[in-house]
Nanobody, 115 residues
Framework: QVQVVESGGGLVQPGGSLRLSCAASRSISSQYAMAWYRQAPGKQREMVARITYSGSTYYADSVKGRFTISRDNAKNTVYLQMNNLKPEDTAVYYC?????????WGQGTQVTVSS
């Protein structure tokens, strides 16, 4: 069964940290680039970070230097370490292949940055 499950979100104060996890079935992640995306209320979904199967990474300018994407291919899991969080990082975070497939979107995990 094709499945993506995101976890690790929550409520955090500005300047805080969270670590998101994405458990993907092997058919989704194996040999493919994976990415984290986010969608804030009233805005379009955007990619924040991506990682190739071999580990090369790319970050959106808005998160560069604060977020780190990584993956454990043996576990079919992708991570997003988020540091120095800002209120504008508030969104639902999703993982998917890069480029994304419409049938691979999971439920996402809510990240709220607020004092």
């Amino acid at each position: 069964q094709v499945q993506v499950v995101e976890s690790g979100g929550g409520l955090v104060q500005p300047g805080g940290s969270l670590r998101l996890s994405c458990a993907a079935s092997r058919s989704i992640s194996s040999q493919y680039a994976m990415a984290w995306y986010r969608q804030a209320p009233g805005k379009q979904r955007e990619m924040v970070a991506r990682i190739t199967y071999s580990g090369s990474t790319y970050y959106a300018d808005s998160v560069k230097g604060r977020f780190t994407i990584s993956r454990d291919n043996a576990k079919n899991t992708v991570y997003l370490q988020m540091n120095n969080l800002k209120p504008e990082d508030t969104a639902v975070y999703y993982c998917n292949r890069f480029p994304p497939r419409n049938d691979y979107w999971g439920q996402g995990t809510q990240v709220t940055v607020s004092s």
